[in-house]
């Protein structure tokens, strides 16, 4: 068996342009004025700015947000391995969830769920999939929940330099975990093959 070494393949997280396309894409269906398009628009980003798996987003609570705790953070109570965490959150984001709880979720109580369902249940994985599995097809990228997040990784990796905010953005319990991100889509090396 080899041993697998380096970072994400390439179809495992989005490419610059391929995130540029896909928020040009969700912020164009949101000015359409369709509810739908802008709940879309709404849970993607916050999948790619906080690094969440889709059972985390589909977990969270309007008491999770800072809508209700007042603070730049998302609240995941019991992540993988039952691993509680705060990922931090843009401020572009904190305003674009507050807004969506007004216009969506301003009668829910707390402890209700931030995203539902046509129905008004809980949004569940299956349906969280499918919703991002289209939006892909709609704009030519074959993309699924748990790229948003590896791309939120290699985002923060080569922002930052820094694996251990890494680790606790993406709420790994190891820092081995987190170090694949280092050697995906690394700009620094991209600019040292260019220049040979």
């Not at 299956?126 to 991002?132: D, G, M, N, R």
Request: hydrophobic share 35%; proline share 4%; charged share 20%.
């Amino acid at each position: 068996m080899t041993k697998k070494r380096g970072g994400l393949e390439p179809d495992k997280y989005l490419s610059a342009q391929e995130l540029y396309k896909l928020r040009c894409y969700l912020t164009y269906r949101a000015k359409l004025g369709s509810n739908r398009a802008i709940i879309d628009r709404v849970i993607i980003e916050l999948m790619i700015v906080s690094g969440l798996r889709a059972s985390e987003v589909c977990a969270l609570n309007i008491e999770d947000t800072p809508f209700s705790h007042k603070k730049p953070v998302v609240w995941v109570r019991n992540g993988k391995g039952g691993v509680t965490h705060a990922p931090d959150i843009s401020d572009n984001l904190v305003n674009l969830l507050n807004a969506y709880i007004w216009h969506y979720r301003i009668t829910a109580r707390p402890n209700e769920p931030l995203f539902v369902s046509y129905s008004g249940k809980r949004l569940i994985y299956q349906t969280l999939y499918a919703k991002i599995r289209k939006i892909g097809q709609n704009i030519g990228i074959k993309l699924h929940p748990h790229m948003l997040r590896h791309t939120c990784g290699t985002l923060c990796y080569h922002n930052s330099k820094d694996l251990r905010f890494v680790q606790d953005q993406l709420g790994h319990s190891t820092l081995a975990m987190a170090s694949r991100y280092a050697a995906t889509n690394n700009k620094d090396r991209r600019q040292y093959i260019n220049s040979i």
